[in-house]
């Protein structure tokens, strides 16, 4: 992947894990493009999953992470922007499957589901895997297809 950039955005369920995971990734050679918000103030999921969306779905990000209270909700909004695949992990081995069999350029992860410990841990399997393309790719076709 030669696009390095990675989009990353929450709502106000906890702004401190979005930006250690923004830090954590510049550690691993990524290009944290990190768009907020800066404070806890609430603010509404679904602007948050589209604005950091968007950034993958023009190809100026060539992934996305993004964080609410479960991942549900933002992950929900990032899957209306055309394009995107985003899913929600609370484990590593799911982690590396969205990107190895279901191409998924966002992940979702959930504040209050997860710790800090394990969401780095899902993060790093998310963007150490690769699509596995094949009968896979057929597939992740199909998806894009329901987009028509
Ligand atoms: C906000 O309280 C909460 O609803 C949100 O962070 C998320 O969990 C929604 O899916």
């Known amino acids: 992947m030669t696009n390095k950039r990675i989009v990353l955005s929450s709502d106000h369920a906890d702004i ?3 930006q250690a995971i923004a830090a954590h990734v510049e550690t691993l050679g990524w290009e944290a493009v990190d768009i907020g918000p800066t ?3 609430s603010t509404p999921y679904p602007k948050h999953g589209a604005e950091a969306a968007q950034r993958v779905a023009s190809g100026d990000c ?3 992470i993004i964080v609410c209270g479960t991942g549900q909700g933002i992950m929900m909004a990032a899957n209306k922007v055309k394009g995107v695949r985003c899913g929600v992990c609370s484990d590593t081995f799911s982690a590396k499957m969205i ?4 191409d998924a350029n966002m992940l979702a992860l959930g504040a209050r589901v997860i710790g800090a410990g394990l969401a780095m841990e899902i993060v790093e399997a998310f963007l150490s895997a690769e699509f596995e ?4 790719a057929t597939r992740v076709d199909m998806i894009t297809a329901l987009e028509a």
Do not use: D, P, V
């Not at 990107?99 to 279901?102: A, F």
């Not at 393309?133 to 896979?136: A, E």
């Open 16 to 18: 401190g894990l979005r």
């Open 39 to 41: 404070t806890s103030e």
């Open 62 to 64: 060539a992934l996305g």
């Open 99 to 102: 990107r190895g069999h279901n």
């Open 133 to 136: 393309g094949g009968r896979h």
